[in-house]
């Protein structure tokens, strides 16, 4: 069984950093490109970044572009989200999610995790 | 980038109706690069349909999607008590990827 399991949200303040990981298992993780998406309080959807299953391509959001790092492990089965200079409006549940068809579309989903950014 | 306005924002239907979902893009979506979600309340979206018209593994089949270009549709045959959520669709053919701001499908 394909699973995600997100975790590392958490209070911070303005300017901060947070690191976010997710762990994969039930697939190939080596495979697939992974990404981020996130989802603030009561709003849509917004996707924030894909790595491929080298990490020779990555790809951000003009909204994080600067701020964010995605990167991955593969032989710890990982995806990570290194976020620094956090803002308000990054307040989100962040999402890791697979990509099997292209990237930036999830066919799994893990849970999610909450960064609330908030002096 | 490319913007999806979704219609109607919310739908508003009875169990066994069918329901039609909206999305236009702001400009054509390549290779009919567009896919729909499902998310309910406190869970992670789950995807329905990919390439436009392609189900996804446990896709039911009520679930169809339609359309080319600028205009895609998403229709649930006859809805069913679980189907009532938000749908989100969302294009992959150019960076960045966008979403819809959602239509959430509630009971009437």
């Known amino acids: 069984e394909v699973q995600l399991v997100e975790s590392g949200g958490g209070l911070v303040k303005p300017g901060g950093s947070l690191r976010l990981s997710c762990a994969a298992s039930g697939f190939t993780f080596s495979n697939y490109y992974m990404n981020w998406v996130r989802q603030a309080p009561g709003k849509g959807l917004e996707w924030v970044s894909s790595?491929?299953?080298?990490?020779?391509?990555?790809y951000y959001a003009d909204s994080v572009k600067g701020r964010f790092t995605i990167s991955r492990d593969n032989a710890k089965k990982s995806l990570y989200l290194q976020m620094n200079s956090l803002r308000a409006e990054d307040t989100a549940v962040y999402y890791c999610?697979?990509?099997?068809?292209?990237?930036?579309?999830?066919?799994?989903w893990g849970q999610g995790t909450l960064v609330t950014v908030s002096s | 980038e490319i913007v999806l306005t979704q219609s109607p924002g919310t739908l508003s239907l009875s169990p066994g109706e069918r329901a039609t979902l909206s999305c236009r893009a702001s400009q054509s979506v390549s290779s009919n690069s567009l896919a729909w979600y499902q998310q309910k309340p406190g869970q992670a979206p789950r995807l329905l349909i990919y390439?436009?018209?392609s189900r996804a593994t446990g896709t039911p089949d009520r679930f169809s999607g339609s359309g080319s270009g600028t205009d895609f549709t998403l229709t649930i045959s006859r809805l069913e008590p679980e189907d009532f959520a938000v749908y989100y669709c969302?294009?992959?053919?150019?960076?960045?990827?966008?979403f819809g701001q959602g239509t959430k499908v509630e009971i009437k």
């Open positions: 999610a697979r990509s099997i068809v292209a990237p930036g579309v999830g066919d799994y």
């Open positions: 790595i491929s299953s080298s990490s020779s391509n990555i």
């Open positions: 969302q294009q992959y053919g150019y960076s960045p990827r966008t």
């Open positions: 390439g436009a018209s």
